[in-house]
């Protein structure tokens, strides 16, 4: 199973970026994909969830009004939608499937993380 996340950089605050995550290795259909980030000295948190029909989407309610979710089946591939920036979003950014089909709460495989950094 691989994971491979991109997308992140170096933006100021209110600016945009989409982070992406291609999967390969498991039936893309079948599995959530999920988002998570953590900030230096902080602990890692949820930011969103996909579902594996991709209708059903989870957002943390720290982004729920700026990011979005979603994810192109036909290209084994989810994004992150990031607007409205602010500097407490500087994070690592990962993306993480199930061990299990049909799973959302057992994020075995994580891919490498892409660093979001916003400035005031």
């Known amino acids: 199973v691989q994971l491979q996340a991109s997308g992140g950089g170096l933006v100021q605050a209110g600016d945009s970026l989409r982070l992406s995550c291609v999967v390969s290795?498991?039936?893309?259909?079948?599995?959530?994909v999920g988002w998570f980030r953590q900030a230096p000295g902080k602990e890692r948190e949820i930011v969103a969830v996909t579902g594996w029909s991709g209708g059903n989407t989870f957002l943390a309610d720290f982004v729920k009004d700026r990011f979005t979710a979603s994810r192109d089946a036909a290209k084994n591939t989810v994004y992150l939608q990031m607007n409205s920036l602010k500097p407490e979003d500087t994070a690592v950014y990962y993306c993480?499937?199930?061990?299990?089909?049909?799973?959302?709460?057992?994020?075995?495989?994580w891919g490498q993380g892409t660093q979001v950094t916003v400035s005031s």
């Open positions: 993480a499937i199930p061990a299990r089909p049909y799973s959302t709460d057992d994020w075995n495989y």
């Open positions: 290795g498991r039936t893309f259909s079948r599995h959530a």
